[in-house]
């Protein structure tokens, strides 16, 4: 990690010397680095509002007045932080954080967290009191230099500027530093500005949108990543090897599996689970005989859904491979991976192998599904045209019985899942929804995200709106949907209370089964008082989900049956809260 320290600039004046002094030379530092960070690629910029850091706010309101970026303005730093978290994930590209001193600073610190475990690029712009104000209990002071500590990849405290010519080049330095370090994870600049702490905001005449390289371009600091050498793994296909694809992996892990002739077990979040070598049921088939032939184990991305994978990974027997994430922390639960930057395939799989290893997973998985499948056939079309009133009526009490049939876990995971197409986005929150999901949904290729660095339930709504706001800018966007349960949607109700753009459609559906009951499944139900359990670990909450709709200006529905979750899923409202009662 870079870490620095920018001493006080020599302005020449105590020898005579002929420096530029600007009116505020907060004011115009400031804006040379929001102008060096859009020349070298960013997009959005989010900014909580605070007294110390107007100077940046006010460069940036003029540069999205002129086109030149997108301003996403939240007086929650901690939605704040989220929002821009779900920016720079769905874009790819680095997005500044603009907040004052003080607490501001560290209500971003669960975005940063979760920024640092998934290498998304938030770059956090905190605003701070001169040295001379620093260590004397200043109003709104505290230590923010290494606030973040290892969790940015740099991490720079700039002096207050004092109006020395060469400080707008040293802005403009280090908006490029910044996004060149970004491109693998967080971020922290923090700057001091001493009074007048702003003035008037010159910004140069070509700055517009579209006359600025985007990021990744040739020549582009955020393209840079990863300077050190990097290992390739080259490898043969075997008839005893499985892809694991955790999030983050995306079509990689799905290619690579064909080329392997490979079972691929795909999670749900992991943007892999399509093509002819997905595992559905892959937590059943891993303890089986098929689990117990597995030599070798290739991973992509971060798998965090089950315990047969890292149980797999663990076993002495099992040759394990990592394929790393730049900035990432790898995923190594047994503590002996092969860690590699690349995997590449020689000679192509025996089809004769690949029907029997990849055949004999994908059969064992079928039947799983099939076996747990819902009793539910539709009734036979032909009967609704039977000439016998008899067929017509058992017809139609059959097709009410399914549209009147209750809501349960599977039956949302089931149709969030089906009513997603490629133009659409799925975000999973950290419930036990994201893991029925991951048990029964069959291979789509579509976009999912979900915030699996630390798999914390803060922040998924603000992060999806983020999502929202970036993928608005592709050719084809579609519905964001949000499916999350009652305690993420609680936490970040704030995040609802945010006005968004007419072209955002933003569809949050809420799995209400009455608290945490992703802890009925673990030791602590067994061991727990009835009473203490559900007081301090279920911790079910009393919300009126109508009346937090409303109070954000959200449309809202409460479905309970398949019909109104059906009618719910093909909504035309922009923003929509559905609210889902299921049994614990």
Avoid at 27 to 47: C, E, K, P, W
Avoid at 412 to 437: K, N, Q
Avoid at 509 to 514: L, M, N, Q, R, T
Wanted: aromatic share 4%; hydrophobic share 45%.
């Amino acid at each position: 990690m870079t870490r620095a320290t920018t001493p006080p600039a020599d302005d020449g004046a105590a020898d005579g010397g002929t420096s530029e002094v600007a009116a505020s030379p907060a004011q115009r530092a400031a804006t040379a680095l929001v102008v060096g960070l859009i020349r070298h690629g960013v997009r959005d910029i989010v900014l909580s509002p605070g007294s110390r850091s107007q100077a940046l706010a006010l460069a940036v309101a003029a540069a999205a007045r002129a086109g030149a970026i997108e301003l996403h303005v939240r007086v929650d730093e901690r939605v704040a932080g989220f929002t821009a978290l779900g920016l720079a994930a769905e874009s790819g590209l680095p997005v500044p954080l603009i907040c004052t001193s003080g607490t501001a600073v560290a209500n971003l610190h669960p975005a940063v967290l979760e920024a640092h475990h998934s290498g998304v690029g938030i770059i956090v712009l905190s605003a701070d009191r001169p040295a001379e104000l620093r260590g004397i209990g200043s109003n709104q002071t505290t230590v923010q230099p290494g606030i973040f500590g290892d969790l940015v990849r740099a991490d720079w405290d700039v002096a207050a500027p004092v109006g020395a010519a060469h400080e707008v080049d040293d802005a403009s330095d280090l908006a490029e530093l910044a996004v060149r370090a970004a491109a693998e994870g967080p971020v922290h600049v923090n700057l001091a500005y001493r009074e007048p702490l702003s003035g008037a905001v010159d910004l140069p005449p070509d700055l517009a949108a579209g006359e600025h390289p985007a990021a990744g371009d040739d020549g582009d600091a955020a393209a840079q990543g990863d300077r050190r050498d990097r290992v390739v793994l080259d490898l043969e296909p075997d008839d005893a090897t499985v892809v694991i694809a955790g999030t983050g992996a995306g079509p990689l892990a799905t290619e690579l599996a064909e080329r392997l002739g490979a079972p691929l077990i795909a999670e749900v979040a992991s943007e892999a689970r399509f093509g002819r070598h997905v595992v559905t049921a892959y937590r059943d088939v891993l303890r089986g005989p098929h689990g117990d032939a597995v030599a070798r184990a290739i991973v992509v991305g971060h798998p965090t859904l089950s315990r047969e994978v890292p149980s797999l990974l663990q076993r002495p027997d099992v040759e394990a491979i990592v394929i790393r994430t730049p900035g990432v922390e790898a995923y190594d639960p047994g503590r002996r991976a092969r860690i590699v930057d690349a995997v590449r395939v020689h000679g192509t799989p025996d089809p004769a192998v690949v029907r029997r290893w990849v055949g004999g997973w994908v059969a064992m998985s079928r039947a799983v599904l099939e076996s747990e499948a819902p009793d539910d056939p539709a009734p036979d079309l032909g009967s609704a045209v039977s000439e016998e009133p008899s067929v017509r009526a058992a017809f139609a009490r059959a097709e009410m019985a399914i549209l009147r049939a209750p809501v349960d876990r599977r039956m949302l995971a089931r149709a969030l899942w089906a009513s997603t197409w490629p133009h659409d986005r799925l975000v999973l929150g950290a419930s036990r929804l994201i893991r029925e999901a991951d048990r029964i949904v069959p291979g789509k290729r579509i976009p999912v995200h979900a915030n699996r660095g630390l798999a914390g339930i803060d922040g998924t709504i603000s992060t999806a709106a983020g999502i929202a706001l970036a993928a608005r800018r592709s050719e084809r966007h579609g519905v964001v949907r949000v499916l999350l349960g009652d305690l993420a949607a609680v936490h970040d109700a704030g995040a609802l209370l945010v006005p968004l753009p007419d072209d955002v459609a933003l569809h949050v559906f809420v799995g209400d089964d009455g608290g945490g009951t992703i802890f009925d499944s673990l030791e602590v139900a067994a061991t727990a008082d009835a009473g203490d359990f559900a007081r301090v670990m279920r911790t079910p909450v009393a919300v009126d989900f109508a009346a937090l709709a409303a109070a954000g200006g959200w449309a809202y529905r409460r479905v309970t049956t398949r019909a109104e979750l059906d009618d719910a899923l093909t909504a035309r409202e922009r923003l929509l809260l559905v609210h889902v009662p299921l049994e614990p």
